[in-house]
Nanobody, 125 residues
């Protein structure tokens, strides 16, 4: 089974950038669709972005469109979330997860079967 480890989080000022990585080991990363979620303190986990196995399909929530870019490198078994123009409200623990479900179910966290442990992103004003 695939195991996922996120990295790249940290403290950044508003307007700054971070690139999150999600490294996969075991299983067949290249055949899984991938998603990024986040959870802010006191809030429920929130879907952020999705990328299909072959990178043909991507999807973002409205609040990050134009600022975040999801990508993957199947040769490196790694997915990425480039985050530009960060805002204080982007502060959260960010998780990557894998799923065999299609884009139509991207926002449903119940369809993701493997999760990383998360990486903290803190945006200061």
């Amino acid at each position: 089974q695939v195991q996922l480890v996120e990295s790249g989080g940290g403290l950044v000022q508003a307007g700054g950038s971070l690139r999150l990585s999600c490294a996969a080991s075991g299983g067949t990363f290249s055949s899984n669709n991938m998603g990024w979620f986040r959870q802010a303190p006191g809030k429920e986990r929130e879907f952020v972005s999705f990328i299909s196995a072959g990178s043909r399909a991507t999807y973002y929530i409205d609040s990050v469109k134009g600022r975040f870019t999801i990508s993957r490198d199947n040769a490196k078994n790694t997915a990425y979330l480039q985050m530009n123009g960060l805002k204080v409200e982007d502060t959260a623990v960010y998780y990557c997860a894998s799923t065999s479900f299609p884009l139509s179910r991207a926002r449903d966290s119940r369809t993701y079967d493997v999760w990383g442990r998360g990486t903290q992103v803190t945006v200061s004003s």
